[in-house]
């Protein structure tokens, strides 16, 4: 820290039988710990989990190509035509391609997306989407909703170690 300061010291531990340090305990950091399992790892945030990640101020939506008319190469390249030269193509298909796999992943963690009378997703169409893809959680509450959900999942990880109370 800046001041000099520090909160907590994390020190080896030779019995812990972790080789996996995570640095933050957002939605990314928390997401990765899950996807471990059954690998031990470490997770190690400033403050208790759900507390100081800025994920939970998310809100909007997940982009995903979900719609049965939808594709994630309509996705990518309706990504790229709206980056106007600054999108990296490869990167817009990567994560168009990895979209709806993650977004099954947050429902099998429990986040309650929005659903439609029949109970399949509801899906918003915006900006330059050319189909309906965004996933909410009651309107915008999104970021909430999945640190909810990845906060509960790993504290009932068993193969997750929380060190809170840490900087980096």
Known sequence: MAD???VQTLTADPHAGSDVLIVGAGLAGLFLALQLAPRPCIVISPAPLGQAASSAWAQG???AALH???SPEQHAADTIAAGAGLVDPIIARLIAEEGPARV??????GVPFDRTPDGALALSLEAAHSHPRVARVAGDLAGKAIMDALVAAVHSA???RI???VRA
């Not at 099954?104 to 963690?109: P, Q």
């Open 61 to 63: 939506g997940l982009a």
């Open 68 to 70: 049965p008319n939808d």
């Open 104 to 109: 099954r992943d947050l429902i099998a963690l």
């Open 163 to 165: 060190v809170e109370g």
């Open 158 to 160: 068993s193969h997750i």
């Open 4 to 6: 000099g300061q520090h």
